[in-house]
């Protein structure tokens, strides 16, 4: 018997369904109790990080990081709607680019373009 992947991700909100709605609109995740969001096929990393780790605020217990298409296009509208992107230099490496965003409630979003 072998685990096949991440079958849900569930975090408490202090409003679910804003919290939701935010995930549809920007990102394009079908988020929310009754929603199933099928994911196109890629690479996920699951490493646990050191308790001390600067790579995201020691105030969260964990990053979530989503593979994406189009990563200056989705940057654009982002910022269109008014969410501020960090992005650096260094973020532009071998494995791909990234960038960071945070959700309504302050959770770190990185949003990583894999190389082909």
Do not use: C, K
């Not at 995930?23 to 988020?31: E, F, T, V």
């Not at 995201?56 to 654009?76: C, G, H, K, S, W």
């Not at 650096?88 to 990583?112: H, K, Q, S």
């Amino acid at each position: 018997m072998t685990v096949t992947g991440i079958g849900g991700l569930f975090f408490r909100s202090r409003d679910p369904q804003g919290r939701a709605a935010w995930y549809r609109d920007h990102l394009g995740i079908d988020a929310g109790v009754d929603a199933v969001w099928q994911q196109g096929p890629g690479a996920t990393v699951f490493a646990p990080f050191p308790a001390d780790s600067e790579y995201f605020p020691a105030a969260q217990p964990f990053m979530l990081n989503l593979r994406v298409t189009a990563l200056d296009e989705l940057v654009v509208r982002l910022g269109a709607a008014g969410i501020a992107v960090e992005r650096r230099a260094e973020w532009e490496t071998e494995y791909g680019r990234f960038v960071r965003i945070t959700d309504p409630e302050g959770l770190p979003l990185e949003l990583w373009e894999p190389v082909d």
